[in-house]
Nanobody, 117 residues
């Protein structure tokens, strides 16, 4: 079955760290670019970070630049989002997406991150 499974979310204090994982099943993970998105209540979904198929190219959204790091381990079919110095505005549902043009797209179910003291 083709799917993405996220894990690692939870409650974290401001200034703390969290690492999210997203593991792919049922497809050739290394052939897909991977992207982390987030959606806060009442807001539109936004792209957070993206990484190319073999990890040589990454993109980090401005609001998390210098705090979040995206990486991947194709041997484990997993992409990671290391979140450092988190802020209350980072609170959201985080989801990962696999994409391989022209038409292969898979979404995970999401993992909730709450930043609060």
């Amino acid at each position: 079955q083709v799917q993405l499974v996220e894990s690692g979310g939870g409650l974290v204090q401001p200034g703390g760290s969290l690492r999210l994982s997203c593991t792919g099943f049922g497809f050739i993970f290394s052939s897909c670019a991977m992207t982390w998105y987030r959606q806060a209540p009442g807001k539109e979904r936004e792209m957070v970070a993206s990484i190319s198929e073999i990890g040589t190219i990454t993109f980090i959204e401005d609001s998390v630049q210098g705090r979040f790091i995206i990486s991947r381990d194709n041997a484990k079919n997993t992409v990671y989002l290391q979140m450092n110095n988190v802020k209350p505005e980072d609170t959201a549902m985080y989801s990962c997406q696999a994409i391989r043009p022209p038409a292969f797209v898979v979404w995970g179910q999401g993992t909730q991150v709450t930043v609060s003291s």
